[in-house]
């Protein structure tokens, strides 16, 4: 949905460059020179510093709101009664005992036999291949939870956490294990951010303490600029203009890149399904998205 928009981000891209070329070689090469300095400055600081300090506001604020929300919705026991839902829904034609089910996951062991098992013996016969149903039932590992995180947190922190649920269901276990304390709920819940939902945050904060940072230390840049080079008496010629014009191609490339932090950000809280901010649209572009695929791999 939204392919067809690619084109625009490439325009976007295109005339921002354009357009800092414009500007600095009309302002002269005296401005572009201090600006260039403080352009080198800010995406360096803004890169260098936003992984420290997001990294601490998702330490000292995010994680432990995280934990607490999921906290919450632990202790509503919805994973076990989800859980259940979404066995009773594979078509095998059972009711799943809660009480049951929870004695089983709460071990922690044999975890995904014990439950094939018992699902075979509800109405005594088989009710999949043992291999078949094992897949179906890592898929309802990361279903479920995906969905507790969605309606928590993001969809975005949700379908990372679908992902390494499904790859790994046995290190799952071990948080299956951990609701067996019916007094607090904390331990799974720090197991679930800590394991499956501090990458994708740390990344959201980071972005959005970049994006802050490369702002801030651009704006300095522009009224620095503006007032340091007033005085330029230099002649223009050809060569003055090549170098301006090289300058501000590396601004506009700047620019870009803050665009890109901007739509990664877009997409990610869109949870990749908005109608423009999508990275199907992205990946038909020519030169937007090698700059996207930076940020997204930052």
């Not at 034609?93 to 996951?105: A, F, G, K, Q, W």
Request: proline share 1%; glycine share 6%; charged share 20%.
């Amino acid at each position: 949905m939204g392919e067809q928009f690619w084109w625009f981000y490439d325009v976007v891209a295109v005339a921002a460059i354009l357009v800092c070329i414009f500007i600095t070689v009309k302002k002269g090469l005296l401005k572009a020179a201090f600006s260039l300095v403080g352009y080198v400055l800010a995406i360096a600081i803004a890169i260098s510093l936003s992984s420290s300090i997001g990294g601490s506001i998702y330490e000292k604020s995010v994680k432990e709101s995280n934990i607490k929300k999921m906290d919450q919705a632990l202790t509503e026991r919805e994973f076990n009664g989800e859980l259940a839902k979404y066995l009773e829904s594979l078509g095998y034609n059972i009711y799943v005992d809660r009480d049951r089910l929870e004695t089983i996951c709460e071990k922690g062991e044999k975890v995904d036999e014990n439950l094939y098992n018992y699902v075979n013996n509800i109405n005594g016969k088989k009710v999949d291949e043992e291999a078949i149903f094992y897949n179906k039932l890592h898929e309802g590992y990361a279903t479920v939870m995906s969905g507790i995180i969605s309606r928590h947190l993001s969809e975005y922190s949700a379908e990372y956490a679908a992902v390494q649920i499904e790859g790994d269901p046995l290190k799952f276990c071990e948080f299956m294990k951990l609701l067996e304390d019916k007094e607090s709920m904390r331990a799974p819940a720090e197991f679930i951010v800590e394991n499956y939902l501090g990458k994708p945050y740390r990344s959201q904060v980071r972005l959005i303490t970049l994006l802050a940072l490369l702002v801030i230390f651009i704006l300095i840049t522009v009224f620095i600029s503006s007032s340091a080079g007033r005085n330029d008496n230099m002649e223009p010629g050809v060569v003055s203009h090549l170098l301006s014009g090289l300058i501000g191609a590396f601004k506009g490339c700047v620019i870009v890149f803050a665009i890109a932090v901007m739509v990664r950000l877009y997409v990610i809280f869109g949870s990749n399904k908005m109608l423009f901010f999508n990275h199907d649209a992205i990946d038909q572009t020519y030169l937007f998205k090698f700059v996207y695929d930076l940020v997204k791999n930052m």
